[in-house]
């Protein structure tokens, strides 16, 4: 095996595949299950034959996507043991923790409930129905909760103290709940949310405009952009402020990461914020450079005067990589921006009474399905690059987490295996989503 194959890159490698592979489920399933519960209740209040069958037509998707997500999220825990050991004995007793939670009190209750929920249409009473499905939501918000919960202590670890020395160090909790409510879980908890109810909306109001397009199942289609929208709308403009609290407990809690998300190369009153540009973290200067004076620090400070730090204050070797941590920010930032456009021109014309013959409208939400799927994942990359180079923040260096046994070569083995079962996957889930989506919803008995 060549000498040149790093382990710690081809194990960084093999978990963020991993991880987006399966990151491609649990967002829709959260507001998709949000969005189920909003329908099952209209028809319920209504009794218009239209929800319901638009409730059990994106149950079955919903369905489909629980059980992926299930699958492929139950490898990330073995890459736990097999490519991180040193990482599991030095966090074990923290991150098993609200990993346990999630697996009892959040997994548990969504997929018992789900069998309610997929099975039960007729065999069971509506509002036991529509209960179900409101403990599936319930089940699938609160399983973000623990995971997120987890995620964060990586980002901003409280609660704990370190026991041993050397190799034998790891963390022990000292107070739960202040490791479970850490200071950036609850804003990025709910920055994650809003990105599952953005991505469940635009899907939902892409194939309604496929719908519409096709000139198929037109009653169903409107009514399901219109809920849909009504959900898109305020999430999307939501997440703007979301995020915008987000930055600044970034900056408060993780300096360091803030300064390569924006490019701060040098630490100055009125800090700009670059709209565009590519960063020479060798050079410390964004090439091509669009900046606006003061936004950064507007961002930081909720003023434009106060410098905010940059990365001149930190070591080198601290240093997140610049570029991809820069450019995957600043792209979710523009399609959060996206979305906020589209929705707010989709409202307009839906009280205008003009939404569904703008077809020119119609074909960008179709197109537009992917994209908040990209949103999300890179969300999530700037969160884990800009964390770089410590897999918990100022206390585990990445570097020092994998395992000391495993060779390069094996991980390399398990990626290319993994990868082609994760190709074979994602073929199959877009051939039977897209079978589903071609066939819709049974037509409402009159």
Not at 71 to 88: K, L, P
């Amino acid at each position: 095996m060549p000498t040149h194959l790093d382990p710690v890159i081809l194990a960084r490698l093999q978990f963020a595949l991993t991880v987006m592979f399966h990151y491609l489920f649990p967002p829709l399933t959260i507001g998709l299950a949000g969005l189920l519960v909003i329908m099952e209740a209209v028809w319920l209040r209504s009794r218009d034959p239209q929800y319901k069958a638009m409730a059990r037509f994106w149950t079955s998707i919903f369905g489909l996507n629980f059980a992926l997500g299930v699958t492929t999220g139950i490898v990330m825990e073995f890459e736990f043991g097999t490519n991180w050991a040193t990482y599991s004995r030095y966090v074990g007793d923290v991150f098993g923790s609200p990993l346990a939670a999630e697996g009892i009190l959040a997994f548990f209750l969504e997929s018992g409930f789900l069998a309610l929920l997929v099975f039960g249409w007729d065999r069971i009473s509506q509002r036991m129905h529509l209960f179900a499905t409101c403990m599936v939501a319930f089940g699938a918000t609160l399983s973000a909760v623990w995971i997120v919960a987890a995620n964060s202590w990586q980002q901003t670890p409280a609660g704990f103290h370190i026991v041993g020395q050397g190799l034998n160090a790891r963390a022990e909790i000292t107070d739960f709940w202040a490791m479970v409510f850490n200071p950036s879980c609850m804003i990025r908890l709910t920055h994650t949310l809003i990105g599952a109810y953005i991505l469940a909306a635009f899907f939902v109001m892409g194939v309604s405009a496929y719908y519409l397009l096709k000139g198929r199942h037109l009653e169903f289609a409107k009514k399901g952009f219109t809920i849909a929208l009504a959900v898109g709308l305020p999430a999307a403009l939501s997440a703007l402020v979301s995020g915008h609290l987000h930055g600044q407990n970034t900056a408060k809690y993780q300096p360091a990461k803030l300064a390569a998300m924006e490019a701060i190369f040098q630490t100055e009153n009125a800090t700009p914020l670059y709209v565009f540009g590519l960063p020479d973290a060798d050079a410390r200067l964004v090439k091509h450079g669009i900046a606006v004076p003061g936004l950064a620090s507007l961002l930081a400070h909720n003023n434009f005067r106060d410098s905010v730090l940059g990365l001149d204050k930190f070591p080198r070797n601290e240093w997140a990589p610049v570029l991809p941590t820069f450019l995957s920010f600043h792209i979710m930032v523009w399609l959060g921006l996206f979305f906020i456009a589209t929705t707010l021109l989709a409202a307009f014309l839906r009280w205008r009474g003009r939404l569904f013959e703008t077809r020119w409208l119609l074909r960008l939400f179709v197109l537009a399905i992917p994209l908040p799927y990209l949103a999300n994942h890179l969300g999530w990359c700037a969160t884990e690059l800009g964390r770089q180079p410590w897999v918990v923040y100022e206390l585990l260096r990445t570097s020092d987490a994998v395992s000391k046994a495993v060779s390069a070569g094996q991980v390399l083995f398990s990626i290319v295996s993994f990868g082609l079962i994760y190709l074979l996957l994602f073929a199959v889930w877009l051939h039977v989503m897209a079978d589903k989506i071609k066939r819709g919803p049974e037509e409402p008995a009159r």
